[in-house]
T-cell receptor
Framework: GAGVSQSPRYKVAKRGQDVALRCDPISGHVSLFWYQQALGQGPEFLTYFQNEAQLDKSGLPSDRFFAERPEGSVSTLKIQRTQQEDSAVYLC??????????????FGPGTRLTVL | AQSVTQLGSHVSVSEGALVLLRCNYSSSVPPYLFWYVQYPNQGLQLLLKYTSAATLVKGINGFEAEFKKSETSFHLTKPSAHMSDAAEYFCAVSGGTGRRALTFGSGTRLQVQP
């Protein structure tokens, strides 16, 4: 496809359930980012991959959050034992290799997670 | 550490009026600055970016922003608002060794009145 796609677009989970959110980046994009956007807030960084290597996971809020990109393309964000405070929109973005003048990140439509 | 402050969570203008959305940043290194727009139930779309080539940056849909280092500002403007400009706007900063992620402001919701 032409852009970043994410699935599912909407996910409702009961507290304590595990969820998996998928991101398909733009073909050929080396860098992949996950952000969390709470209601009424700006996106906040979760984690970053360059190819299959997770270079920065400093934004993951707890050890219940786990992300992977095993083949350097599709990425999955997994949240274990979901809590109500995990309710948010999860955005995925991809970009070409980090270059000073070319760090435009292309965003997917997001997955809206609601934890009941 | 980097941070972004967007003054005014809501801005309302009349159609045809000037749009001014304010953004101030804090960065210990020369920053890269971005403005993104978000329509309901959609991802963020890049409006424009500052990468040190020129202080006045022109973007899509008639928007532009001026980088002012002395004021640590990167305000977004558009001379004449259109109804289709109604959306959420986010200012973001990146830069620094190893810091590839964007740091976003809390956003400004723009309303355009007919």
């Amino acid at each position: 496809g032409a852009g970043v796609s994410q699935s599912p677009r909407y996910k409702v989970a009961k507290r304590g359930q595990d969820v998996a959110l998928r991101c398909d980046p733009i073909s050929g994009h080396v860098s992949l980012f996950w952000y969390q956007q709470a209601l009424g807030q700006g996106p906040e960084f979760l984690t970053y991959f360059q190819n299959e290597a997770q270079l920065d996971k400093s934004g993951l809020p707890s050890d219940r959050f786990f992300a992977e990109r095993p083949e350097g393309s599709v990425s999955t964000l997994k949240i274990q034992r979901t809590q109500q405070e995990d309710s948010a929109v999860y955005l995925c973005a991809s970009s070409l290799v980090w270059q000073g003048h070319n760090n435009e990140q292309f965003f997917g439509p997001g997955t809206r997670l609601t934890v009941l | 550490a980097q941070s972004v402050t967007q003054l005014g969570s809501h801005v309302s203008v009349s159609e045809g009026a000037l749009v001014l959305l304010r953004c101030n940043y804090s960065s210990s290194v020369p920053p890269y600055l971005f403005w993104y727009v978000q329509y309901p139930n959609q991802g963020l779309q890049l409006l424009l970016k500052y990468t040190s080539a020129a202080t006045l940056v022109k973007g899509i849909n008639g928007f532009e922003a001026e980088f002012k280092k002395s004021e640590t500002s990167f305000h977004l403007t558009k001379p004449s608002a259109h109804m289709s400009d109604a959306a959420e706007y986010f200012c973001a900063v990146s830069g620094g060794t190893g810091r590839r992620a964007l740091t976003f402001g809390s956003g400004t919701r723009l309303q355009v009145q007919p």
